[in-house]
């Protein structure tokens, strides 16, 4: 069974850019989370969405948005780039939402560079 | 707040050696604890997860343990490898929610 994918991998932007990441989770899976990790902040939570509905937000500014689609695979969005948003961006799928004991599956992230 | 803290920040060992990771969280409703490994660069990959019933949980060399009352976890890794090398993240789920540890950076040297 094929892993999540995450696409780019790696890109860079300039200040004031915006930029769309796409994932996709495990075949099957219905649930997918976005993340930021930065070696200051560690892993944050930016958003959930299970069935195209998201279902749980973090606390990040408006500029960061997403989105999932009806094959559950998964875009989010950053618009206004500031220096600040550069990070290891990472999706995660799981069958079902964040309660429970549902094993959540990571990709590789993609990894944001704003100049 | 809900918080994970993890120590030490960074841990050195030889290979072959044990060690053991530790893990305080300030999370509630508590539903469970999960322990991930992050290679540099690559995603986090699940280790164990535990819920509130279990106290010990293995996964080969990997052992977690989880007292619900003092709100601790470890995390021991007998006979280190030099696959080892990487951060091991703590996260607490609650409700929905997750609240991830900073992690610890574990290098096992030959």
């Known amino acids: 069974k094929a892993g999540v994918t995450q696409t780019p991998r790696y890109l860079i932007k300039t200040r004031g850019q915006q930029v769309t990441l796409s994932c996709s989770p495990i075949?099957?899976?219905?649930?997918v989370s976005w993340y930021q990790q930065t070696p200051g902040q560690g892993l944050q939570f930016l958003f959930e969405y299970f069935s195209e509905t998201q279902r749980n937000k973090g606390n990040f500014p408006g500029r960061f948005s997403g989105r999932q689609f009806s094959n559950s695979r998964s875009e989010m969005n950053v618009s206004t780039l500031e220096l600040g948003d550069s990070a290891l961006y990472l999706c995660?799928?799981?069958?079902?939402?964040?309660?429970?004991?549902?094993?959540?599956?990571f990709g590789p992230g993609t990894r944001l560079t704003v100049t | 707040k809900n918080q994970v803290e993890q120590s030490p920040q960074s841990l050195i060992i030889l290979e072959g050696k044990n060690c053991t990771l530790q893990?305080?969280?300030?999370?509630?409703?508590?539903?469970?604890l999960r322990w991930y490994k992050q290679d540099t660069g690559r995603g986090p990959v699940s280790l164990t997860i535990?819920?509130?019933?279990?106290n010990t949980k293995s996964n080969g060399r990997y052992t977690a343990t989880l007292d619900a009352d003092t709100k601790q976890s470890s995390l021991h890794i007998t006979a280190s490898q030099l696959s080892d090398s990487a951060s091991y993240i703590c996260v607490v789920n609650y409700g929905q929610n997750f609240v991830f540890g900073p992690g610890t950076r574990l290098s096992v040297l030959p």
């Open positions: 535990m819920t509130f019933s279990e």
């Open positions: 995660a799928s799981s069958s079902f939402p964040g309660q429970g004991i549902y094993e959540q599956y």
């Open positions: 893990c305080n969280y300030t999370v509630s409703p508590f539903s469970n």
């Open positions: 075949s099957g899976h219905r649930s």
